[in-house]
């Protein structure tokens, strides 16, 4: 039974699992749009929400807990300027998953996340 197993293992083991999340937040958060697989995708999008509420807060503490998980200083700079300024007003849903078919290698189904623009 998987009982208050919130994550998803995507086949890894933790450290890697954990290496490819920050990496794919990183990226996400510096093209504001990458491809990937639809389980890949669903767990970064609660990544990215949680970066980008701590950059809404602004606070050293907040500062800290993203440098902790995002891998470039200069992004880390863009959430808690740029990009939590455009979401400043809105509660939460910050990104968009679109289904975007099927890999060709292995057949996998592929989805786009991206960060919502506002306005």
């Known amino acids: 039974m998987r009982h208050k197993y919130h994550k998803k293992r995507l086949g890894?083991?933790?450290?890697?699992?954990?290496?490819m999340m920050r990496?794919?937040?990183?990226?996400?958060?510096k093209y504001e749009r990458i491809t990937t697989t639809d389980t890949?995708?669903?767990e970064l999008r609660?990544?990215?929400?949680?970066?980008?509420?701590?950059?809404?807060k602004g606070s050293l503490h907040a500062?800290?807990?993203a440098l902790a998980?995002?891998?470039?200083r200069a992004i880390v700079?863009?959430?808690?300027?740029?990009?939590?300024?455009?979401?400043r007003e809105?509660?939460?849903?910050?990104?968009?998953?679109i289904k975007a078919g099927f890999r060709l290698g292995d057949n996998a189904p592929e989805s786009i996340i991206e960060l919502v623009q506002e306005g």
Do not use: C, W
């Not at 890894?12 to 290496?19: G, I, N, P, S, V």
């Not at 990496?23 to 958060?29: A, E, G, V, Y």
């Not at 609660?46 to 809404?56: F, S, V």
């Not at 809105?90 to 998953?97: A, E, H, K, V």
């Open 40 to 42: 890949k995708a669903k």
């Open 63 to 65: 500062r800290r807990q």
């Open 69 to 72: 998980v995002i891998r470039e």
């Open 46 to 56: 609660r990544l990215a929400e949680k970066m980008i509420t701590l950059g809404k």
């Open 77 to 87: 700079e863009k959430v808690f300027g740029e990009i939590s300024d455009r979401y």
């Open 90 to 97: 809105r509660p939460g849903g910050y990104t968009r998953i």
């Open 12 to 19: 890894r083991l933790t450290a890697h699992r954990e290496a």
């Open 23 to 29: 990496n794919m937040i990183t990226s996400l958060l």
